[in-house]
């Protein structure tokens, strides 16, 4: 499967509530390229752009952009998106200082010196980090847990061989990488697996993982890392370095049909939870076409938090928003087949 990504909105702490920003994901399986890149290029010039122009969602007006979610729901692709309020994350910096101690105090857990070394520059990375810069980093983290937990359950008993490998393509911040995409290749594993002890991969009970099977992996549980919630001495280990980084890039959008997408998905979303479009439920029903309907008891998309606890993630009216998303959304698997809700360990 093709994973690409983009973000909406500048991730800053706020006293005002409302002031949402979120990363996408657009997943696009192999056979449906072609489609998404014919979708897109209809849409370019069916409203007076060059085919090869990128465009935004704010060059054309609320129909146009519609037709598009129309067009992108008959496809065989899917989004994921996590966002965050600012005004829930005015003591980010405290959250951020706490996690450089967190990851150092495993230093002496390292046997060799790269494994220290290795320990002290991953602090050190996410402490130079602007509070801005880890807010996104914390919403793109739990983005890419989201879809390899979530996609790899949707495609298994719909295109089994779209799991053999994960392309993720992330739309890059400056001409050659900089220090945000460095750190944000470099931390995804251990943050992922903070997430993963909590949320492990489920399977589907009769379903084809045969394509899947060469991310499992032989070598021992890290004994530095516990071992996901209800594991058993039996499961398999996923190897997620081979997951995450056999074929992580990060490109230019203009030279991206995906990340074009992806960038029109997540700024759709970024006007909806800011109630921006004329039509905001109209708005909230194609975005949702486009999703895939979570575990009972959870919204559409995540809202992570990372300031005061206990505060109010939603207003009433954003509320309903995403419980329309939720309404249109995907069925995650088909009502006939049972899900083995026995987690598989993660390496």
Not at 60 to 77: G, H, M, P, Q, T
Not at 99 to 127: D, Y
Not at 138 to 156: D, K
Request: aromatic residues 10%; contains cysteine.
């Amino acid at each position: 499967m093709y994973i690409y990504l983009d973000e909406a909105g500048t991730f800053a702490a706020t006293d005002a509530q409302g002031s949402f920003s979120l990363v996408a994901g657009y997943i696009v399986p192999e056979i449906s390229r072609p489609q998404v890149t014919k979708a897109l290029r209809h849409f370019k010039v069916a409203n007076g752009f060059r085919f090869d122009t990128e465009v935004k969602r704010r060059d054309v007006n609320e129909v146009a952009y519609f037709k598009l979610l129309e067009d992108l729901s008959a496809i065989n692709a899917v989004a994921f998106a996590v966002a965050t309020d600012g005004a829930t994350n005015e003591t980010a910096d405290q959250h951020q200082a706490a996690q450089v101690q967190i990851i150092l105090a495993n230093e002496p857990k390292m046997n060799f010196p790269e494994g220290k070394r290795m320990v002290r520059e991953m602090a050190g990375s996410i402490e130079a980090l602007s509070v801005q810069q880890y807010i996104e980093i914390n919403c793109r983290t739990r983005l890419v847990w989201t879809i390899v937990r979530s996609a790899s359950l949707y495609y298994a008993v719909r295109i089994p061989a779209t799991l053999s490998a994960f392309r993720w393509r992330f739309d890059q911040k400056d001409v050659t990488r900089n220090h945000f995409d460095e750190t944000f290749a470099s931390i995804t594993l251990p943050f992922t697996q903070a997430i993963a002890r909590d949320e492990p991969l489920i399977q589907v009970k009769g379903a084809d993982y045969s394509r899947f099977s060469r991310f499992y992996s032989d070598g021992p549980y890290p004994d530095w890392l516990p071992p996901p919630k209800d594991s058993r001495p039996d499961d398999g280990l996923i190897d997620a370095n081979k997951i995450w980084l056999e074929h992580l890039k990060f490109v230019d959008s203009k030279d991206s049909d995906g990340v074009q997408v992806a960038d029109l998905i997540s700024n759709g979303i970024y006007g909806l939870l800011r109630r921006r479009f004329n039509d905001n439920e109209r708005a909230a029903t194609l975005l949702g076409s486009l999703m895939v309907s979570p575990e009972r008891g959870r919204p559409v998309m995540d809202f992570i938090a990372l300031g005061r606890g206990g505060e109010e993630l939603l207003s009433r009216d954003t509320a309903r928003l995403v419980n329309r998303m939720r309404a249109s959304a995907r069925a995650m698997v088909p009502r006939t087949r049972p899900v083995l809700t026995r987690p598989y360990g993660r390496r």
